[in-house]
């Protein structure tokens, strides 16, 4: 679990991989649960529990508990809860920010949530919410040689005009920490990514970079539809491309980049086991796709960076070569700059 206490000593790794970057991080799944638990009980949240270690089972990822998309994303209803404040808000980013160099000298971190979960349903003023992750980055990057930064994610659950508002919010804070916008959230039938575009056109247009979850819950077709409208520079896992080649083909031909990511895909059952794990890989690598290799969340899915490449490189997924490979193309193909 990537704990924000201090380390004793500091991360090591086979040479090449001592500075890490990460491109796919939700907010909601990556702050210590003992945080967590301090933001609830100061905030005066009811919980469902009284019992600190029960309140852990509530917001982690067991192997084996989850067995669907569905089911891990029900995890972030008490996550999102919990930080539905300016000051929880402020306190998360800073955690996660702080205590991912910390843990695994992660020097570049792109940090991804939904701002308008955070509000409760318009209590708390959005801007207020984006100030405040904007004063948890600046603390950590001022305490921390980190270079950070927040993708805002739309959502497939929300109407175009909610979609909209977080856009806006996007392009408000652009010069101040906010570098690019995501699409995320359950699948739901009526959903069409077409339908949106016109707002990825406007960001794209105002230098944000832009990536957007598909090809996890939804099949090959959706990283297809995404690639067609939207025209992201990366996609959010994006791992189901595999499954048919003229898929691939676009993505080698554009150049887009995968933020793959393996405990999370695994604990999903998106990716059935080890030999379904080695087996998208090798075809990412053959067609000359580009990938980034990311945790998700790491409090949530009781992980980090360094444990998912050794989980990759210990299975003979990837070589070290192919993570060194990886972890350059994170820090090139970040919207940070």
Known sequence: MESTEGQNHKPTSPEGLEELAELHSHLGGSVDPAVMWELAHSQGTKLPTKDYWNFVRLITANPGDHKTLGDYLEL??????????????????????????????????????????????????????????????????????VRAGIIICLDRTFSHKQNEILLNKALKYQNRCVIGIDFAGPWRKDFKYSEYRDLYKQARKAGLGLTVHAGEDEGHESVATVLKYLEPDRIGHGIRATENQSTMDILAERGIVLETCPSSNLDTRVIKDMEHMRSVYHKLKENRIKYTINTDGPEMLVTNLRNEMDLLLKNNVLSKEDLMRANKQAFSSSFIR
Not at 112 to 139: C, S, V, Y
Request: glycine fraction near 6%.
């Open 76 to 145: 972030f209803k008490w996550t999102e809860l919990i930080q539905s404040s300016p000051i929880s808000v402020e306190r998360s980013v800073y955690h996660t920010i702080a205590g991912a160099y910390r843990k695994n000298n992660i020097t570049l971190c792109e940090l991804r949530f939904n701002p308008m979960k955070r509000n409760r349903g318009g209590e708390q003023d959005l801007d207020h919410i984006m100030m405040a992750a904007i004063r948890g980055l600046d603390r950590a990057s001022l305490e921390y040689p």
